[in-house]
Each structure stands twice: as C-alpha cells, then as structure tokens.
C-alpha cells in the first residue's frame, strides 16, 4: 500500500517541526541528529547522498526535500528486521532528522493499519485486517484473543469471562531478498507462537490477567502486570516472551473488554520502545471499536434472517392434484429483508389458493408489513371468498396500516377437478403458463391497481389449466432491473421458459425444482436491484373418472342413498374392502348435515393417492367434537370419524361449510 508523505516544515535552526497527531497517540520530542536513547537502534556510520532502499514492509515511501542535519542516521521504520533495508527497492529520505522521520512512519503507519481495519465489515475480516497490518510491519507474530461469547450491544454477560484464540498470524520463515541484483532468500529465525498456550481461557476473577484487561492499557511483557498475565493467556511458563518482545494489548469496545492481542518481535530485531506501546493501543482500540461494530452488524443481519425466515412459509403443503416449488431470494447481502411473499393454500374441494406479492421497501417496515398482509390473505382464503374479493380485502387492511402502505399482489385458485384457474391481479406482473408440448405464454389478466391505492374494483379471469401444464408466479425483482425494463424481462423470461422445455422433450415437462434454478440463473451481474419470490405449480389435476358427485335432498332417507351411492363407486373403482369404512364414516358425517341442512347437501369421493369424502350443506356453524356420556343417544359420530379416518376437519364456505374426511387406500397407495 502506497502512502504519500507528509511534508516537514524546517523551523529553528534546521530543526524539523514534529507533523500533526490528531490521534494524539505519538507525543515525541524530535532530534535534529540523535536518535532517542534506549529505543533499541544500533549508531550506524553515514551513509552517501545516494538513495537508499527502505524496507518493504515500512510506510515511507517517498523523497523528504528537507536539508540534512550535520550527522544523519537512518532509521528503520517501526518493524522490519534487522537487515530488512535490502527488501525493498524503494528509496529512503534522506537527510531528514532521525526522530522526526520516525514519528512521520509511525503516524503514517498506524494511518494505513486503521484504514485496513476500518475496511472490513465482519467478525473475521476485521481479525485479518488486524492481523495482515501488523505483520510484518509491526511485529513478526500476532495473537488475537476474543471473548466466548461477544456480548451484543448493552447485554451483560453472564458467567465467569472466557477468552478463546480466535486467529494467530507470524511472518514466512524464508522472505525474498529485492535489491535490485540477483534474487536471493533471506531466512528469517521462526518464532514461537505460544506453542503451550490453549485455545480457551479462563480468565480469574481478580487475578493478574483481569486486572491488565480492566487496565485497558497495554503493558509490556517485562512490567510486574504482564509477568503473571501472560502465562494466564497463554497457558504456561515456556510459552510466555521475555524482556520488551511482546506486548499485551487489551481489546476494549464501547462498553467492556472483549478480548486481547498479544504483539511478538524475534530477537534479532529491535524490541519495542514507548511509542510502540502508543501505536499498539491504537491498533487496539480501532480494532476493538470495529470487532464491536461487527457484532451488531452480525446481529441485525441474524435478527433480519429470522424475520424474513418466519415471514415465508417453511414448507409448502401438498394439496391433491398440484406440485410445488419456491424460490426466495434477498436483494443483496447488505439488504437481507424485503417485502416479497409467496404462499400456498390448500382451500376445500382439493382446491389449492396460490399467492405472490410485494411490498415496497427493503426494510423491517416493509417485512412487517408484508407479514400482515400475508397472514391476512391467509384468513380470507380460509373464508372460501373468490379472488378478487380477496384482493378489495387486502386493500382496505393496507389502507387501515397507513396511508402509504404499497404493495402489488396475485391471487389465484386452482381447482384439480374442473381443470380450470380463476386468478385476480393487483398491479403484479403477469404469470407465464408453460404447457404440456413446451409453448410458454403470457396469460392475460386485468392488471388492476396496487393494493393501498383504495376505491379500485379488481377483476378476476378464469382460465383452463391442462395437465402437465406450470403455473409460474414471480415478483418484479426476476423481470426488472437498471439494465432491463419489466416486459423486457417478462419476455426472457417466457423465452427461457420455452427453452428449458425444448430440452426435456415436449412429452415430458421439465422437473419442477431443476426448473426453478434455471430460471434464476437467468439473472446477470447487473440484474439484483430486488429481493426475488417464485411460485411454481405443476397441474396434475384429477381425472373426471376418479370423481364422484351427488346432491342428497335432506330428509330422513338420506344417509341410507349415501351409503348405497358410496358402495357403488367403490366397487367401480375396485376398492370393495374399504366399503364397510366408508359407508359408517359418511353415514355418520350425511346425517349430521341433513339434520340442520335447509337446502340440498352435497356428497363427492376422490380417488388419488387417499380416499377422499367431502359432504357440504348451507349451516355455516363448524362441528365440534365432544365425549359423550353413557347415557348419551348422539354425539359420537366425529368420535368415529377421527378414530378411523386418516385426516378429517370442516372448513366454513361463503355457502356453508364442508365436512371431509380422507382414508388410507389398501395396497399402499396412500
């Protein structure tokens, strides 16, 4: 990383003024030709006017104009080895004062590591930017340190602290040599990375480790705090550096420590002085401020999760006569909650409601809302109400969250045994219908207004839906982007239809889930401005042959015709054991509903994978189960439909209710 120097203003005699700390970490006093006492450089004789390289991993990486003091010496910048100026081809600047030129490095430094560190946005690329800064430029090896587990936010951790070796770094043991002559290796003598130190610790209430930590402070490995801190962290005596070798940096966040670093240099190269201490709780304390930064981001982004994962149905039901298949997809990583929403119905008759919608925004707003509107379509489709109706529904309740509230939304109605598909729009994308031979088309709805818009009348179509035919319902974020516009999109879309198609042959139609991710691979770079929901339906239908309907006036004589009528489709289509069964269970359920029925009830049997009964009278009140007593004459009719029916359960119509039932077929066909 290239850093451009900053400029010295000479002042007093040639004596270089020291550059602006806003950080306020480097409070150093320049020479204009001594280095600093004790800070560990070896007096190296005067060099030529010529360039020198500087080492490859130090910040200065230009020219200084500034005159040169009576007896210069060069300084490596903090960090490189001994011998390190031979690893770079980059000139040194000559001429500048020796204190002054390090405190410029240093600033320069600590500029560019908190500018990497900066950069990341989670928990591991803020580790690595720690890290990857200050290796080898700073130290040879690293220890990083965080608590098990991070505290989020103003949450108090319960439990003793617990600090866990989340990511350790060191230099290469052999770096290449570029002086500009022949290639050459320089070995570098290995470091021990705490070879005895454990991946978990513990950290003692009131012991030497606790107290560094509540220091925040870092110390160095020789001072009274550190001598028995260190080998808390690091578990054990032989693994603790001795002198000014190391240092121990605690990591303090907004509110409370939360973890520790441990800086190492090899003996050959100089130790730490001051100012590195300085520079290592700034690397600290930036490095701190964003693993905490980290955590909240990385709760938001679960708490985002969570709450688009409950919005969306976990599975989809299978209703007779129809498969399923979904798709959701966020807008982006850094926008992982959206107002779109796909959901499947299973409604009485076998018939299946199929809705998709979108709610304007990429927001927890937008997902809250697109919650209540779903679960009030979800009400509404229980309440049997057609299509449109459900849409005039959904648009006062949009109204009812606020004036502002926008979403488009399609609601259709499958039913297996007509065939037939009665959809109602809202201002959504119209759905493509890919058929059995491999011809995909765009079907033709009213395209109606928003939901929210309010005062519109919505209309529905009813169309055929043939077997082997698909059903593709999708949000605008598939069709639309800043590279397309919406019919464009519809259009590729129904050309990508057709042609994944072709290639199943057209007796045949493609598999459902293969089909879903090819249509999402249509996608380009440039084409993810919006979350993405997609409803696929296969048509299977029900075969006119495997129905069986009858109306029953409702008198006495009726539950003795049900059981003759329910005989004879049984033997017609060969399930003669399961007469005795089924003729209890619909006696019991026909003379229930012709007992407060005041218009003809209604009997039907589907064969599919499960016997099926459904019987329907105009009493919208919804039977309960109850325990009769012994002395009961009544009240044990659902007692036996439960106790030998598969499924059972009464859904309320606009016209009534429906009472079904559904049994296992013989030979496991269920």
Same mark, same amino acid.
Not at 162 to 180: I, Y
């Given at each position: 990383m290239?850093?451009?120097?900053?400029?010295?203003?000479?002042?007093?005699?040639g004596?270089?003024?020291?550059?602006?700390?806003p950080r306020g970490?480097?409070?150093?006093?320049?020479?204009? =030709?001594?280095?600093?006492?004790?800070d560990?450089l070896?007096?190296?004789?005067?060099?030529?006017?010529a360039?020198t390289?500087?080492?490859e991993?130090?910040?200065?990486?230009?020219?200084h104009?500034?005159?040169?003091?009576?007896?210069?010496?060069?300084v490596?910048?903090p960090?490189?080895?001994?011998g390190g100026?031979?690893r770079?081809g980059l000139?040194?600047?000559?001429g500048? *004062?020796?204190?002054?030129r390090r405190?410029?490095?240093?600033?320069?430094?600590?500029?560019?590591?908190?500018?990497r560190?900066?950069r990341?946005i989670?928990?591991d690329e803020?580790?690595?930017?720690l890290?990857?800064a200050?290796?080898p430029?700073f130290?040879?090896?690293?220890? &990083?340190?965080l608590?098990?587990?991070?505290p &989020?936010g103003?949450?108090?951790p319960?439990?003793?602290?617990v @600090?866990?070796?989340r990511?350790?770094?060191?230099?290469p043991?052999?770096m290449?040599?570029?002086?500009?002559?022949p290639?050459?290796?320089?070995?570098?003598?290995p470091i021990?990375?705490?070879p005895?130190? &454990?991946?978990? !610790?513990?950290v003692?209430a009131?012991?030497?480790?606790?107290?560094?930590?509540?220091g925040v402070?870092?110390?160095?490995?020789?001072?009274?705090?550190? @001598?028995?801190?260190?080998?808390?962290?690091?578990?054990?005596e032989?693994a603790v550096?001795?002198g000014?070798r190391?240092?121990l940096?605690p990591?303090?966040?907004?509110?409370r420590v939360?973890?520790?670093?441990v800086f190492?240099?090899?003996?050959n190269?100089p130790a730490?002085?001051?100012?590195d201490?300085?520079?290592a %709780?700034q690397?600290?304390?930036?490095s701190?401020?964003?693993?905490?930064?980290?955590?909240?981001y990385?709760r938001?982004?679960?708490?985002?999760?969570?709450?688009?994962?409950?919005?969306? *149905?976990?599975?989809?039901?299978?209703?007779?006569?129809v498969r399923?298949?979904?798709?959701?997809? *966020?807008?982006a990583?850094t926008a992982?909650?959206?107002?779109d929403?796909?959901?499947?119905?299973p409604?009485?008759?076998?018939r299946v409601?199929l809705?998709?919608?979108d709610v304007?925004?990429?927001?927890?707003?937008?997902a809250?809302?697109m919650?209540?509107?779903?679960?009030t379509?979800?009400?509404?489709a229980?309440?049997d109400?057609?299509?449109?109706?459900?849409l005039h529904?959904?648009?006062?309740q949009?109204?009812?969250?606020?004036?502002d509230?926008m979403a488009t939304c399609l609601y259709? +109605?499958?039913?297996? +045994?007509?065939?037939?598909?009665t959809?109602a729009n809202?201002?959504h994308?119209?759905p493509v @219908?890919l058929h059995?031979g491999g011809?995909?088309?765009v079907l033709r709805?009213?395209p109606g207004?928003p939901?929210?818009v %309010? %005062?519109v009348d919505?209309?529905a179509v009813e169309l055929?839906?043939p077997?082997?035919?698909?059903l593709?319902?999708y949000t605008?974020? @598939? +069709?639309e982007?800043?590279?397309?516009?919406?019919?464009?999109?519809?259009e590729?879309l129904r050309?990508?239809?057709?042609?994944?198609?072709q290639?199943t042959?057209?007796?045949?139609?493609?598999?459902l889930e293969?089909l879903c991710d090819d249509?999402l691979?249509?996608l380009?770079?440039g084409?993810?401005?919006?979350d993405i929901?997609?409803?696929?339906a296969?048509?299977?239908?029900?075969?006119?042959?495997?129905v069986a309907?009858?109306f029953?006036?409702p008198e006495?004589?009726?539950?003795?015709?049900a059981?003759?009528?329910a005989? =004879? $489709?049984? $033997?017609r289509?060969g399930?003669e054991e399961?007469?005795?069964?089924v003729?209890l269970l &619909?006696?019991?359920?026909?003379?229930n509903?012709?007992?407060y029925?005041?218009r003809?009830v209604?009997?039907?049997?589907l064969?599919?994978?499960v016997?099926? !009964?459904?019987v329907?009278?105009d009493v919208?009140?919804l039977?309960?189960q109850r325990?009769?007593r012994?002395?009961d004459?009544g009240?044990?009719?659902?007692?036996?439909?439960?106790?030998?029916?598969r499924?059972?359960?009464a859904?309320?119509?606009?016209?009534?209710k429906?009472v079904?039932?559904e049994?296992?077929? *013989?030979?496991?066909?269920?």
């Amino acid at each position: 990383m290239t850093e451009h120097p900053t400029s010295h203003e000479g002042r007093h005699h040639g004596t270089a003024a020291r550059p602006a700390d806003p950080r306020g970490a480097l409070r150093r006093t320049p020479q204009a =030709s001594v280095a600093p006492a004790g800070d560990g450089l070896p007096q190296q004789p005067r060099r030529s006017p010529a360039p020198t390289p500087a080492p490859e991993a130090g910040p200065a990486d230009a020219e200084h104009s500034q005159p040169r003091s009576p007896s210069p010496e060069p300084v490596r910048p903090p960090g490189p080895p001994e011998g390190g100026e031979r690893r770079t081809g980059l000139p040194r600047p000559a001429g500048q *004062p020796t204190a002054m030129r390090r405190d410029g490095d240093r600033l320069r430094f600590v500029g560019a590591a908190t500018r990497r560190i900066a950069r990341g946005i989670d928990l591991d690329e803020i580790v690595m930017g720690l890290c990857r800064a200050t290796v080898p430029t700073f130290a040879d090896a690293i220890l &990083v340190y965080l608590r098990e587990p991070l505290p &989020v936010g103003d949450e108090r951790p319960t439990g003793p602290m617990v @600090l866990r070796l989340r990511r350790t770094d060191r230099v290469p043991d052999a770096m290449e040599d570029t002086d500009g002559g022949p290639a050459a290796t320089v070995v570098v003598p290995p470091i021990e990375l705490a070879p005895d130190s &454990v991946e978990l !610790c513990e950290v003692r209430a009131g012991g030497s480790l606790a107290e560094v930590l509540r220091g925040v402070r870092p110390v160095f490995a020789d001072s009274p705090a550190a @001598l028995a801190a260190l080998p808390e962290l690091l578990g054990g005596e032989r693994a603790v550096p001795t002198g000014r070798r190391a240092i121990l940096a605690p990591l303090r966040g907004r509110r409370r420590v939360i973890g520790a670093a441990v800086f190492l240099r090899h003996p050959n190269r100089p130790a730490f002085d001051g100012d590195d201490l300085l520079v290592a %709780g700034q690397l600290a304390t930036h490095s701190a401020l964003g693993i905490d930064k980290a955590v909240l981001y990385g709760r938001e982004a679960y708490i985002a999760d969570e709450l688009q994962r409950t919005m969306l *149905p976990e599975t989809l039901p299978r209703p007779t006569g129809v498969r399923l298949a979904s798709r959701y997809l *966020p807008a982006a990583e850094t926008a992982r909650v959206g107002g779109d929403w796909y959901d499947a119905i299973p409604l009485p008759g076998s018939r299946v409601a199929l809705v998709v919608g979108d709610v304007m925004g990429h927001s927890m707003t937008s997902a809250a809302i697109m919650g209540q509107l779903r679960t009030t379509a979800q009400t509404l489709a229980g309440l049997d109400l057609p299509p449109q109706e459900v849409l005039h529904h959904l648009d006062e309740q949009a109204q009812r969250l606020g004036t502002d509230r926008m979403a488009t939304c399609l609601y259709a +109605v499958y039913d297996p +045994v007509s065939h037939r598909i009665t959809i109602a729009n809202a201002g959504h994308p119209p759905p493509v @219908l890919l058929h059995l031979g491999g011809r995909a088309e765009v079907l033709r709805v009213p395209p109606g207004a928003p939901i929210g818009v %309010g %005062g519109v009348d919505f209309e529905a179509v009813e169309l055929d839906a043939p077997a082997g035919a698909t059903l593709l319902l999708y949000t605008d974020g @598939l +069709v639309e982007s800043r590279l397309r516009d919406v019919w464009t999109g519809i259009e590729q879309l129904r050309e990508r239809l057709a042609a994944t198609a072709q290639l199943t042959g057209h007796d045949h139609p493609p598999p459902l889930e293969a089909l879903c991710d090819d249509v999402l691979d249509m996608l380009g770079p440039g084409d993810r401005d919006d979350d993405i929901a997609l409803l696929a339906a296969r048509f299977d239908g029900i075969a006119p042959s495997d129905v069986a309907y009858w109306f029953l006036d409702p008198e006495d004589a009726a539950p003795g015709r049900a059981r003759r009528l329910a005989r =004879s $489709a049984l $033997a017609r289509w060969g399930l003669e054991e399961m007469t005795d069964s089924v003729e209890l269970l &619909v006696s019991e359920v026909v003379t229930n509903a012709v007992r407060y029925a005041s218009r003809p009830v209604t009997l039907r049997l589907l064969r599919t994978d499960v016997l099926r !009964c459904e019987v329907g009278d105009d009493v919208p009140q919804l039977p309960r189960q109850r325990q009769a007593r012994a002395t009961d004459e009544g009240g044990r009719g659902l007692f036996l439909v439960n106790r030998l029916a598969r499924r059972w359960g009464a859904t309320r119509l606009s016209t009534g209710k429906v009472v079904w039932f559904e049994l296992a077929r *013989p030979g496991g066909g269920g």
